[in-house]
C-alpha cells in the first residue's frame, strides 16, 4: 500500500517538477529504470509466493540499479556500452516477463 | 528470493496480495515505498526526456552515426543539385543553340528566296532600257545584257515584268522575244540591283550591250539609282523528281 502511493506520488512529482536530467546520468537513468522495474515485478512475485521481505526488496531493488549502472558505465568505457546497455535490456526484459509469468499465474491460475 | 517465511501456507496468493495492501508503518514498508517513489519519479523524468530531447540523450557513436549519416545525405543532395544545373546550362545553351540555328535559317531562306525570284527585292541598282521599235534586236541580245548585268554583280533582275532567274530563258518567236514564256516588247526595261557603278560600266564598255544596242540602230540607256525595287515575283515550281538529299552533318 505504502509502495503504490510512493509510485504514484513520485509519478505526480515527476510530472510537476519536469526535471532535466543531468548530462553525466543521461546514459544510466534508462537502465536504472529498467532496473528498478525488474525489481520492482520480482517483489510483486515474492508477496503473491507469499516469500516477500522489505529488506530484501530495498537490497534487490537498490543493487539492480547499481550493478546496471555499473555495467553500463563499463561498457562505456570499454566503447561498447550501446551493446552492453541492449544486453542488459535484454536481460532485465527476459525477467520481468518471467515474474509477470508468475504472477500471472498466481492471480488468474493460468 | 530467500527472504524468511513470514506468512502463513494456508493463504491464497489474492489474499496475500490484500494482506500486502494493508498499510503497516514498518521501516522496511516506508523505504520500499520511498523506493517506489524514487522508480516513479526517474521513470516519468526519463520519458519526458526521451520524448522532449531527440539529440541530447544519444551516446557519442550515436551521434557520429547520425552525424555521418547528415553528411553523406549532405554530399547526395550536393552532386545531385550540381547534376541538376549541369543539365540545366545545358538545356540553356541547346535553346540558345537553336535559336541561332533558326536565325541563320531565316537568314539563308531570304537570301535564297532572293536568288529564286520567290520575294521582292529593293536596293541600290540600274535601269537599262533598250528601245527597239523595228524589231532588229534578237533574244541573245537581251540575254547578253542579262549576263553583262550578272558578270557585273547584279543580285536580282528582272525584265519588264518577268523575274530574271537561273532557268530563265530568251526565245524568238514569230511574234516577238519571250522571256519564259511571256511576250515582251520594247522597250525592255531590266531592273538590277548590284553596285550601280560597276553595273553601268559593264553595260557601257566597248563591245558591251549599249555599243551593239546602238550599233544596231536601237536605243540605250543605263541610269544608276540609289534605289530599284524588283518587285516582280517568280512562283517556284514544284521539284517532280528532285527531293532535297539528307545533308552529311546536320546544319549547326
Known sequence: ?110 | MDAPERTTPDRTPVQRLVGALRPRASRGQLLGGLLCGVLGFALVVQVQQTQGAELDSLRESDLIRILDDVSERTERLESEAARLSATREELLTSSNAAQAAQEAAQERVDVLAILAGTAPATGPGVRLTISDADARLGAAVLLDAVQELRDAGAEAISVDDVRVVASTAFVDTAEGITVDGQLVDSPYVFLAIGDPQTMSTALDIPGGVLRTVRQREGIASAEELDEVVVDALRVPSEPEYARPAEPETPAP
Open chain 1, 1 to 110: 500500500m505504502i509502495a503504490g502511493i510512493g509510485l504514484v506520488v513520485g509519478i505526480v512529482l515527476g510530472l510537476l517538477l519536469q526535471p532535466t536530467v543531468p548530462p553525466a546520468l543521461q546514459p544510466y537513468l534508462p537502465i536504472a529504470v529498467v532496473a528498478a522495474l525488474d525489481a520492482v515485478f520480482g517483489g510483486l512475485r515474492a508477496v503473491l509466493d507469499g516469500i516477500f521481505d522489505d529488506r530484501v526488496f530495498v537490497v534487490s531493488f537498490l543493487s539492480n540499479v547499481v550493478v546496471a549502472g555499473l555495467v553500463v558505465y563499463l561498457g562505456d568505457q570499454l566503447g561498447v556500452g550501446a551493446q552492453l546497455s541492449t544486453g542488459v535490456v535484454v536481460v532485465l526484459g527476459i525477467r520481468i516477463f518471467s515474474n509477470a509469468a508468475a504472477i500471472r499465474r498466481h492471480v488468474f491460475k493460468a
